[in-house]
């Protein structure tokens, strides 16, 4: 017990020092008026905003419209000898940087919106193909037996069991593929796909801290955001008692 309280204690002290760091860099940038231009050139600013926005909505859509009907096909008993290659695939491209995957995209697609949007969307497969299937393979094996059981065809037992019963993992995935994605769509600058990624390699070339951390702040308030909401859809849309179970595992 004695124990118990002391992991609390200091979780919580590291929560207060974390907020403690926070408010001292703001005070800090505030202070040197590091936050001038997001005020000062604001209609830039919100151009640069929309195409971030639109680099990670565009590209996580078109991840989420391929990898979930994938991660479910995958766990058809048909094609359940095909998952160690495709897994293995989804995991390869993940493990290529995504300044390389920028840079093949170059090659084939040339530079551009388009460019960026097809890097970020094969980045952004894998988290939610492979939430997917670990989500489905989780499910109990005598709850499907006993839907067969019921007579449910294959259709009935995807969306009234299956798919209900891995919403929680489905949804982790898809919120860890947004937020990867607004991290690194900044780099879509690279490829002049723009983004806020334009502002932050602006400071490091020109070793302005006023266009790096008016770039990079908003970037990581969007993620912070784009999770916080993500998480709600998560307690609307699952059950208490999946998110339970999930918690548990």
Known sequence: MNIRQDLITLANIFKIS??????VFFAWAIKNQYFNYIFSDSSTFLVLLRQHIALVVVSSLLALIIALPAGILITRPSFRKAEWFVSNIANLAQTIPSLAVLALMISVLGIGFKTAVFALFIYSILPIFRNTVAGIDSIDKNLIDAAKGMGMKPYQILFRIE????AYSILAGIRTAVVLNIGTAALAYVIGGGGLGVWIFTGIQLFDNGFLISGAIPVTLLAILADYLLR???NVIV?????RIAKTE
């Open 18 to 23: 974390i907020f403690a760091m926070i408010i």
């Open 163 to 166: 798919l209900p019963n891995s």
């Open 232 to 234: 709600k859809l998560e």
């Open 239 to 243: 059950p208490k008692g999946s998110r």
